[in-house]
């Protein structure tokens, strides 16, 4: 029996001497597929199993154990990006193995076009920065693990003025649940990590973007990493890698 599916290439292994085993993520899921290199097919397919690589995957189900095999691939959209800049190429690493080590069980075909979108955007991008930020919000969001920004996690307060942001807690803090180890948050970063969840491009994004201050962006890119390292409890290997790359990038 052949199925057809839309999936983005998360990783690839070498088994045996010409086999791949094939991680992929589609709107059904994570799933490992076996990429069987004694056949002719092998040439066809390595270029096209670099990270985040969109496919149309033709899979078999195999007669014996459970893993099915990759028939063909159809290409939908390959990054250039990544084989430019190294730069692009530990995000492209860095955002693979976020969903490889973290997808949900299960997820709604809407996350998975939205994914395919953001990495088509991000490869004609050159901000990888705000990219970052956008996608560790969106994600954590997708996981069901967004930060809380309304009232105060503790006492379900609304803060009015002063709004004290808890990483461990899960979000804002009112000024009598605060502790020493809060970000103060201006009203226009909690205005903009409200507006995320409605928003759905990178242009939108950068429009939010701009209406800060350096300082306030600074701070949000701190936040949103440590609470997504925080919240995941994991912690990438491509993430020292990305981060050794963009001393330059702003
Ligand atoms: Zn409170």
């Not at 029996?1 to 994570?30: N, Q, S």
């Not at 930060?147 to 006492?155: A, E, L, N, Q, S």
């Not at 009203?187 to 201050?213: A, C, H, N, V, Y």
């Amino acid at each position: 029996m052949l199925f057809t599916l839309p999936a983005l290439v998360l990783d690839k292994d070498k088994i045996e001497e010409i086999d791949y085993l094939v991680t992929l993520f589609t709107p059904r899921g994570k799933t490992r597929v076996l990429a069987k290199g004694a056949q002719k097919s092998l040439k066809r397919f390595l270029n096209l199993l670099e990270d985040l690589t969109y496919l149309r995957v033709h899979l078999r189900k195999p007669q014996r154990g459970k893993i099915f095999i990759l028939e063909g691939a159809d290409l939908l959209y390959l990054p250039e990006s990544p084989r430019k800049e190294p730069l692009k190429f530990y995000f492209f690493s860095y955002l693979a193995e976020v969903i490889d080590f973290t997808s949900p069980s299960s997820l709604s075909k809407e996350s998975f076009y939205w994914i395919t979108e953001y990495v088509k955007d991000i490869d004609r991008r050159d901000a990888v920065k705000l990219d970052k930020f956008f996608w560790e919000m969106k994600w954590l969001e997708i996981c069901g693990l967004s930060p809380y920004i309304y009232d105060c996690v503790r006492c379900g307060k609304r803060p009015q003025r002063m709004f004290y942001f808890s990483i461990s807690q899960g979000g804002v803090l009112c000024l009598n649940c605060r502790d020493e180890n809060v970000f103060i948050l201006s009203p226009s970063q909690i205005d903009l990590l409200r507006k995320i969840g409605r928003i759905k491009t990178l242009k939108e994004m950068e429009i939010l973007w701009e209406g800060l201050f350096e300082e306030e962006r600074g701070q949000l890119l701190e936040l949103s990493e440590r609470f997504f390292l925080h919240h995941f409890d994991w912690e990438p290997r491509s993430l020292k890698l990305l981060k050794e790359h963009w001393v330059n990038h702003g």
